[in-house]
């Protein structure tokens, strides 16, 4: 079978699979987050932190606990790494840097991971699952909350409530996370993947040197870090480590987990807001963007430039031969286009194009399907831009499921876009304006700053991947990282919510023969189109000193 042909049966399989869940599982979330009935041991844990989880909240008051959580969480992990040394199953690894243990923090409770340090080379059994793998669970537990809010402001008129934040990140973790990771983790560990508490053991004399292995809680940890679109690796290869990611068949299944919860959310919103309709067009939207990031990739990667690319049957550099070309593509567009992070390879090995490719999926703001409830809430704001520019055309007063797009709720959309180019290129700005940055990059030229500007790409918009060039482990890097994930995380959190808000104040307008219909592919096209042009128009003069450059040179 040619490699090709591989990919694209590859693709073919995984399109089927996120097919045949996307309705019982969305179906399954809209009832999740639409009942009054409270399981016995979600109550156990309202009991616990106090909530009164039956309390309907207004904005302001969500978004209190949003940020409270947060920032509890994000105290915790930090102490837990800055004590590692002096707990039980720190695998005798010393406490974490005082720079690096806030980058991690902020990292994993802003749902980024990114990680500037190798893990197992660093991290205990402690830090590892009752820290890290703990807020894989709730920070994405947080993103399908904040979505589930803005999509209550769709369905709701006349009152401000957008429910109850603790009530929605208790039963999107219990409901939702843990039961599909259990699922998740055993199919992984029938095809190989580790999960013991095993400690650090020798596996050989290499070269004059020996080699070691950690055990670890591995494939509960890889489970939640696809399925909540967390990334993170236990070991530093991520994904490409056999302990992780064991053979083609667990490489398709952790895309899979990657992509099901946000298309699924797709159907959950249709079914909240009275029209599945307007899901589907929301979904042909985020099929339409992956469908085609994944066959420029592809395209890309197998395109032959002489005699080893031949032989090896495209781009092999940084690959993994057990994935080949076309599971690698396949992974990349998936973990960009969605705030996961994770790789399988290394994209600084990737072409020209295919480094820019990955780029410009984060740089769309992650929303084709996007990260477990972030990406949704992106695609909405991205659907309100596109109806009040519809409205702009044709000079009508722009409506969407309802509700007016009047100034203040166009505002909050337009502060939301703004948020994360200006931390990219601002941060990237001044990282490059410095000497001491130039230590840290691996290469020169255009390659060398596409390093950097995907680093920060990936810190603002929450992904974590890197380009694998750059030694970010550096007191610069580390906290400029760390603060471009926070506010990339909970600035735009501000303006969904306060749009939420707005919109769950207003009272339904009725439908005329004036109104543009957004469940038809007309309406489909515009987002597509008002998608490509947002980002293009603010990122091309910085693609264009970076990968593109890049690949008209080779």
């Given at each position: 079978?040619s490699?090709?042909?591989?990919?694209?049966?590859?693709?073919?399989?995984?399109?089927?699979?996120?097919?045949?869940?996307y309705r019982?599982?969305?179906d399954?979330?809209?009832?999740v987050?639409s009942?009054?009935?409270?399981?016995?041991?979600?109550?156990?844990?309202?009991?616990?932190v106090?909530?009164?989880?039956?309390?309907?909240?207004?904005?302001p008051?969500?978004?209190?606990?949003?940020?409270?959580?947060?920032?509890?969480?994000v105290l915790?992990?930090?102490l837990?790494?800055?004590?590692?040394?002096h707990?039980?199953?720190?695998?005798?690894?010393?406490?974490?840097?005082?720079?690096?243990?806030?980058?991690?923090?902020?990292?994993?409770?802003?749902?980024?991971?990114?990680?500037?340090?190798?893990?197992?080379?660093?991290?205990?059994?402690?830090?590892?699952?009752?820290?890290?793998?703990?807020?894989?669970?709730?920070?994405?537990?947080?993103?399908?909350?904040?979505?589930?809010?803005?999509?209550?402001?769709?369905?709701?008129?006349r009152?401000?409530?957008?429910?109850?934040?603790?009530?929605?990140?208790?039963?999107?973790?219990?409901?939702i996370?843990?039961?599909?990771?259990?699922?998740?983790?055993?199919?992984?560990?029938?095809?190989?993947?580790?999960?013991?508490?095993a400690?650090?053991?020798?596996?050989?004399?290499?070269?004059?040197?020996?080699?070691?292995?950690?055990?670890?809680?591995?494939?509960?940890?890889?489970?939640?870090?696809?399925?909540?679109t967390?990334g993170?690796?236990?070991?530093?290869?991520?994904?490409a480590?056999?302990?992780?990611?064991?053979?083609?068949?667990?490489?398709?299944?952790?895309?899979?987990?990657?992509?099901?919860?946000?298309?699924?959310?797709t159907?959950t919103?249709?079914?909240?807001?009275?029209?599945?309709?307007?899901?589907?067009?929301?979904?042909?939207?985020?099929?339409t963007?992956?469908?085609?990031?994944?066959?420029?990739?592809?395209?890309?990667?197998?395109?032959?430039?002489?005699?080893?690319?031949?032989?090896?049957?495209?781009?092999?550099?940084?690959?993994?031969?057990?994935?080949g070309?076309?599971?690698?593509?396949?992974?990349?567009?998936?973990?960009t286009?969605t705030?996961?992070?994770?790789?399988?390879?290394?994209?600084?090995?990737?072409?020209?194009?295919?480094?820019?490719?990955?780029?410009?999926?984060m740089?769309?703001?992650?929303?084709?399907p996007?990260?477990t409830?972030?990406?949704?809430?992106?695609?909405?704001i991205?659907a309100?831009?596109?109806?009040?520019?519809?409205?702009?055309?044709?000079?009508?007063?722009?409506?969407?499921?309802?509700?007016?797009?009047?100034?203040?709720?166009?505002?909050?959309?337009a502060?939301?876009?703004?948020?994360?180019?200006?931390?990219?290129l601002?941060?990237?700005?001044?990282?490059?304006?410095?000497?001491?940055?130039?230590?840290?990059?691996?290469?020169?030229?255009?390659?060398?700053?596409?390093?950097?500007?995907?680093?920060?790409?990936?810190?603002?918009?929450?992904n974590?991947?890197a380009?694998?060039g750059?030694?970010?482990?550096t007191?610069?890097?580390?906290?400029?990282?760390?603060?471009?994930?926070?506010?990339?995380?909970?600035?735009?959190?501000?303006?969904?919510?306060?749009?939420?808000?707005?919109?769950?104040?207003?009272?339904?307008?009725?439908?005329?023969?004036?109104?543009?219909?957004?469940n038809k592919?007309l309406?489909?096209?515009?987002?597509?189109?008002?998608?490509?042009?947002?980002?293009?128009?603010?990122?091309?003069p910085?693609?264009?000193?970076?990968?593109?450059?890049?690949?008209?040179?080779?």
């Amino acid at each position: 079978m040619s490699p090709v042909l591989s990919g694209v049966l590859q693709f073919a399989a995984l399109a089927v699979a996120l097919g045949l869940s996307y309705r019982p599982l969305g179906d399954y979330m809209a009832r999740v987050y639409s009942s009054d009935k409270h399981l016995r041991v979600e109550k156990w844990i309202y009991k616990a932190v106090g909530a009164n989880p039956s309390t309907q909240m207004r904005w302001p008051a969500y978004l209190r606990g949003v940020l409270a959580f947060s920032a509890v969480s994000v105290l915790f992990l930090y102490l837990l790494q800055r004590l590692q040394g002096h707990l039980p199953g720190s695998l005798g690894f010393v406490s974490i840097p005082a720079d690096q243990a806030f980058n991690t923090a902020a990292s994993f409770v802003s749902n980024t991971n990114w990680q500037s340090y190798s893990g197992e080379q660093a991290m205990g059994h402690v830090v590892q699952t009752g820290g890290l793998a703990v807020q894989n669970f709730v920070s994405a537990s947080v993103g399908i909350a904040v979505a589930v809010a803005l999509v209550r402001g769709f369905a709701r008129s006349r009152t401000g409530e957008l429910g109850n934040f603790w009530s929605d990140l208790v039963r999107g973790t219990v409901r939702i996370l843990l039961p599909i990771s259990v699922i998740g983790a055993l199919v992984l560990v029938a095809c190989g993947a580790i999960q013991n508490f095993a400690g650090i053991h020798e596996v050989g004399q290499f070269m004059g040197g020996s080699q070691q292995w950690n055990g670890g809680a591995v494939a509960s940890q890889e489970a939640i870090k696809e399925l909540g679109t967390n990334g993170g690796g236990y070991f530093n290869a991520n994904s490409a480590h056999p302990f992780e990611n064991p053979n083609g068949f667990s490489n398709l299944f952790e895309i899979f987990l990657i992509l099901v919860i946000p298309f699924a959310l797709t159907r959950t919103f249709g079914k909240m807001v009275g029209s599945v309709k307007q899901g589907y067009a929301i979904l042909a939207t985020m099929v339409t963007i992956w469908v085609g990031f994944t066959a420029l990739m592809m395209w890309t990667e197998f395109a032959h430039h002489g005699p080893a690319f031949d032989i090896a049957g495209g781009a092999m550099e940084g690959k993994e031969t057990r994935f080949g070309i076309g599971g690698t593509s396949i992974f990349a567009v998936a973990t960009t286009l969605t705030s996961t992070g994770a790789v399988d390879g290394f994209h600084s090995s990737l072409t020209g194009f295919g480094g820019g490719i990955t780029m410009l999926g984060m740089q769309l703001g992650e929303i084709a399907p996007g990260g477990t409830g972030s990406g949704l809430y992106g695609m909405l704001i991205m659907a309100i831009i596109a109806v009040f520019l519809a409205g702009l055309m044709v000079g009508r007063t722009p409506e969407y499921l309802g509700k007016k797009i009047g100034t203040r709720e166009i505002k909050f959309a337009a502060c939301y876009i703004l948020i994360t180019p200006a931390l990219v290129l601002g941060f990237t700005a001044v990282a490059m304006a410095m000497p001491s940055t130039r230590d840290s990059m691996t290469n020169s030229g255009a390659h060398g700053f596409s390093e950097v500007l995907y680093a920060y790409t990936s810190g603002a918009n929450n992904n974590g991947s890197a380009f694998a060039g750059l030694n970010a482990n550096t007191e610069w890097f580390n906290t400029s990282i760390g603060l471009a994930m926070l506010l990339g995380r909970f600035l735009p959190m501000v303006f969904v919510l306060a749009l939420a808000g707005s919109l769950a104040e207003q009272k339904p307008i009725p439908e005329t023969a004036g109104t543009l219909r957004t469940n038809k592919p007309l309406f489909t096209g515009l987002l597509v189109g008002t998608i490509l042009i947002v980002t293009g128009l603010t990122y091309f003069p910085a693609l264009a000193l970076g990968p593109l450059a890049e690949g008209l040179a080779s």
